[in-house]
């Protein structure tokens, strides 16, 4: 994208040399530290606490999205049998590991420990054990009740007994023991850079925003990844003062703001500048998300334990139908949006299942109108240029005609 269509953030160095420094550490220099493989919505404070290195396949997915290299791992997984209608992080993973070092970025380093949630989906179980099986790797899976209306009591309960006896099995098979106070201090970490993060998302509703998708979908990566250290909440200070800076001097993250747009699910990430050029060169801001939220997520005072399980039992996906329209509203409001572009995601399906009524719910009780892309967010092959530059140019419009 050239730079008339999109202002570069000067922390961009900062993340890459943060990003780049984590998977060096990961396979080279994390001197000794057993290294465990976790979903993305893996307690993962629980893990640092007990030194233990933490490395995200679904990461590592989207770099490879990004750089166009996802189609190659995932056409070695379809290879092996498995389906192509199977999430393309899982596809890419399992490529991934059959190439090993021969893979994009040399691949993963071998994990000694998989630490499963299936919070954000099924998908990530039978992966896991995909995983399990191939490195021959102790695996423990955290399951957390889907919330159809407000989480219980017993759930809390239920989970947090579950996070006791991840404590074991990270103990029996590395011998690393929970520090405490540790905890706490990572904990901290984790509470601070999320409270950033959440500021610096909210910083978009100013006029013009100072951020659109792209900056919020690259900027996200050390809130997962790096969850609960300095390194990130380092990170989030910096960028926090580089968006403050743009809104006091009114600088926009696009040239014209004529349309504020929210979006749903995840990036596609292997189109992430030329996609949204379609909106940009119209005036269109992408100002809000759902997904970028995702792990704004912060930890409430109190029993740790149980504050972890009520965090990561309450992610979105982990919540009904009426909670994420409930959140697309709010997103709406509290951002002035005029519209909002949902992403039917082919490999995401907990995601993208029941946007059609979600769409129609939300555009009635909010009166903006919204639309419908479907695409890949890794696998670029279900992806078709002129059906999306048709839905978009008819929505925008749409958009022309309601504003």
Known sequence: ?????????????????????????????????????????????????????????????????????????????????????????????????????????????????????????????????????????????????????????????????????????????????????????????????????????????????????????INMAPIVVLRGTKEALGFYHKLHAEVQGRVQQGIGAIPQERYRLVWDNIAIWYRLYRFYSYFVDRGACFVADTYTGGWAMQLQAGEPFECLARTYTSVFLNQSLEYRCQLLLDLIQRFSADGFVMHSNRSCKPYSLGQYDIMRQVSQRSGVPGVIIEADMCDSRAYSEEQVKTRIQAFMETLDAAC
């Open 1 to 217: 994208m050239t730079e008339k269509r999109y202002k570069k953030l000067k922390c961009a160095e900062d993340l890459t040399g943060l990003m780049e420094r984590h998977y060096a550490k990961a396979r080279y220099f994390r001197f000794g530290r057993p290294l465990a493989w976790v979903t993305s919505g893996a307690p993962v404070e629980l893990l640092r606490a007990m030194d233990v290195f933490p490395v995200y396949p679904e990461n590592y997915g989207a770099l490879c999205g990004a750089r166009g290299e996802a189609v190659a791992l995932c056409e070695a997984a379809e290879a092996q049998g498995y389906s192509g209608d199977l999430c393309s992080y899982a596809r890419s993973s399992v490529g991934m590991m059959s190439q090993g070092k021969k893979a994009p970025l040399g691949g993963l380093p071998r994990p000694n420990l998989l630490v499963c949630c299936n919070n954000i989906c099924g998908t990530v179980l039978k992966w896991y054990e995909v995983a399990s099986r191939f490195y021959d790797t102790p695996l423990f899976v955290l399951d957390t009740p889907f919330i159809h209306d407000q989480l219980t009591e017993y759930s809390i309960q239920y989970v947090a007994a579950q996070l006791q006896e991840l404590v074991r099995f990270v103990q029996k098979h590395t011998g690393r023991r929970l520090d405490q106070n540790k905890l706490k201090e990572i904990i901290g970490y984790s509470n601070q850079a999320t409270a950033l993060w959440q500021e610096i998302r909210e910083l978009c509703r100013a006029r013009p925003s100072p951020l659109n998708a792209p900056d919020l979908f």
